[in-house]
């Protein structure tokens, strides 16, 4: 069990860059593979960053490479999602999620989301 509270949405013009925080409670942040997805409105919600548990190697989605960059601060118990270059088809919902290991199929833990507007 984890509580997860994403912050730093807001309104940003496309080009234009964000960072997203999601701060941890509850039990050790370094137990969870986290995540960000994604979902805007009518669209079914979308992979975009993951991290190990121990920070390092990331996985991103193919269409948000070289523009968006998950890291981790275990220590702050906290994963970021960095969005450079941004463009009006980024703005949705960003979630932020976590699960125990790399062998688990779903994503069990989730925040309640931060919304992202890229205005053209």
């Known amino acids: 069990q984890v509580q997860l509270v994403e912050s730093g949405g807001g309104v940003v013009q496309a080009g234009g860059s964000l960072r997203l925080s999601c701060a941890g409670s509850?039990?050790?942040?370094?137990?969870?593979?986290m995540a960000w997805f994604r979902q805007a409105p009518g669209k079914v919600r979308e992979f975009v960053a993951s991290?190990?548990?121990?920070?390092?190697?990331?996985f991103g989605a193919n269409s948000m490479k070289g523009r968006f960059t998950i890291s981790r601060d275990n220590a702050k118990n906290t994963v970021y999602l960095q969005m450079n270059s941004l463009e009006p088809e980024d703005t949705a919902v960003y979630y932020c999620?976590?699960?125990?290991?790399?062998?688990?199929?779903?994503?069990?833990?989730w925040g309640q989301g931060t919304q992202v507007t890229v205005s053209s």
């Open positions: 999620a976590a699960k125990p290991s790399i062998l688990t199929m779903t994503y069990n833990y």
């Open positions: 509850g039990r050790t942040f370094s137990d969870y593979v």
């Open positions: 991290i190990r548990r121990s920070g390092g190697s990331t």
